[in-house]
């Protein structure tokens, strides 16, 4: 569906992107990360031809990008852009037009969102009569309501109240299960685990993580177990290098065990079995904000 290649990019001698390349399908979100300056606006920016690459190629459904195709793309940028003084259904009539719907199907495709979000009561107002988190439901309608097969949302969830950003996630998993290829920029790592299926995380213009969510939070693991127990644990447990111990308010011990990499963990749970009572025992994934903060800070 969406495929970057090498792209590079480069502004009054800073590089902005450097080789980036990636790879976004259809039924799947792809979260693209990084700091503030790595990189990931000015990427959006060359894949929607607001600016070109100074190398590399973007293509879209195995077409190179040209500007005949951008009518397939729904973008909702960081800097919201509408206008202040225009009701809430002129401006989608117009987007909608302007997308290439039909006047009927565009309004079909307004009455469908605006009921799906409760927003049928305020059609007639005018942008800046609403709050901040309805102006943002208005920018999202706008930005699928040509169904477009490829959809990039630079921090959807700014200005959202908790409920209304659940609102917005299950609509976005919809789009995504109807087969739509959505490319999603955000800062909200819990977001990400709960959305996407792969990630690129990038930094200083490149791209230094890529993959399947899972795949990468199991890439990282660090042959770390917790256990929940009550009684006693001594020291000198088979395999172990490190240990944390925290007591819960219940009166079980939370623990943390940092393993040798060949440690026998059956052997483990064994040894534990016999001091004390086990109430829990897993191995600990980091998350994608504990490898975001971890490989990010190492390259600072």
């Avoid at 600016?51 to 500007?67: I, L």
């Avoid at 309004?107 to 059609?123: G, P, T, V, Y």
Wanted: glycine content about 8%.
């Amino acid at each position: 569906m969406l495929s970057v290649k090498s792209v590079s990019k480069h502004y009054s001698g800073k590089t902005a992107l450097d080789q980036v390349s990636l790879q976004a399908d259809p039924g799947k979100i792809l979260g693209l990360l990084g700091p503030n300056g790595a990189g990931k606006t000015s990427l959006i920016r060359i894949i929607t031809m607001i600016t070109a690459p100074d190398s590399g190629e973007v293509f879209f459904e195995n077409q190179k990008m040209r500007q005949e195709l951008i009518s397939g793309i729904g973008y909702l940028p960081e800097e919201r852009g509408l206008y202040r003084k225009m009701t809430i259904l002129d401006q989608a009539m117009y987007f909608g037009r302007l997308k290439g719907l039909s006047r009927t199907d565009c309004m079909a495709a307004i009455r469908h969102w605006f009921d799906k979000l409760e927003m049928s009561d305020w059609k007639k107002k005018k942008l800046e009569e609403l709050s901040k988190g309805m102006q943002q439901k208005v920018q999202f309608v706008l930005t699928v309501l040509h169904k477009p097969r490829l959809i990039i949302l630079d921090e959807p969830f700014t200005g959202f109240d908790p409920l209304n950003a659940e609102i917005i996630k299950e609509e976005i998993l919809g789009l995504r299960d109807q087969g739509a290829c959505i490319l999603l920029s955000t800062h909200r790592m819990e977001s990400v685990e709960e959305l996407c299926d792969d990630i690129t995380l990038i930094n200083n213009g490149k791209v230094i993580i890529e993959g399947e969510v899972n795949e990468v939070r199991n890439r990282f693991k660090k042959s770390e177990f917790e256990l929940v127990y009550t009684g006693t644990l001594k020291s000198g447990l088979p395999g172990v290098l490190e240990r944390k111990d925290t007591a819960l308010r219940d009166g079980a011990t939370h623990s943390l065990f940092v393993m040798q990499k060949d440690a026998a963990i059956n052997e483990l749970i064994q040894e534990v079995m016999k001091q004390a009572h086990l109430l829990e025992f897993r191995e600990k994934i980091p998350s994608i904000k504990d490898i975001f903060i971890e490989r990010i800070g190492a390259q600072l």
